[in-house]
């Protein structure tokens, strides 16, 4: 016999659409401030306007609700491994509002985000966690996403990466 679990109860996940562009910039400002880093976040909601639901959109999100209120995000894209010859996906942002945590909306988020991707013939999902984010590392844990002690993300942004970009190749010395 199964019973119902009242905690998932009225929870819809649904694609994010470009009406959503507020809230969807709203709650990555919460999680930037939820880990500490409010600084960080530069994004616009134009930008998510632009870069998200354009000509040419570079990533998308899934949207949790309950009762019709919002309640959490995943934001994801669509990645490639040479070594497994196969496409993943990569979450860039799951946000849970705090008072629906508890009712696996973040696993429920991150179970479509990867049947999505396994429905496009992909094999893995891949995530980065703020290293002083003790509750996410044992939320992903818990959920089988684990460590990966042979890699370590690297980044170049702002001003670096702008002049880092626009110098010209050197050509062969020879």
């Known amino acids: 016999m199964t ?3 009242p905690a998932s109860k009225n929870i819809i996940i649904r694609p994010g659409t470009v009406e959503d562009v507020e809230t969807i910039h709203a709650a990555i400002l919460r999680l930037g401030a ?16 632009t870069y998200g639901f354009g000509e040419k959109p570079a990533f998308s999100t899934l ?7 919002f309640a ?21 942002d799951l946000y849970v509002e705090d008072r629906f945590r508890g009712r696996k909306i ?6 479509r985000a990867a049947a999505q991707c396994r429905k496009d013939g992909g094999a893995y ?22 460590w990966s002690s042979y890699e370590q993300v690297q980044k170049i942004v702002g001003d670096a990466f702008f002049a880092f970009a626009d110098a010209p190749d050197d050509e062969d010395p020879r």
Not at 85 to 90: D, I, L, S
Not at 132 to 139: L, Q, Y
């Open 72 to 92: 959490g995000l995943c934001l994801h894209f669509p990645i490639f491994s040479t070594w497994m010859g196969r496409p993943g996906v990569y979450v860039q």
């Open 34 to 49: 939820h880990i500490g880093a409010p600084e960080e976040i530069t994004s616009t909601a134009e930008d998510l306007r």
């Open 63 to 69: 949207i949790a609700e309950v009762g019709g209120e």
């Open 125 to 146: 999902l891949r995530l980065s966690v703020d290293t002083d984010n003790e509750t996410a590392k044992a939320f992903y844990e818990r959920l089988g996403i684990a």
């Open 106 to 111: 973040g696993e429920r988020l991150l179970r």
């Open 3 to 5: 019973i119902a679990n």
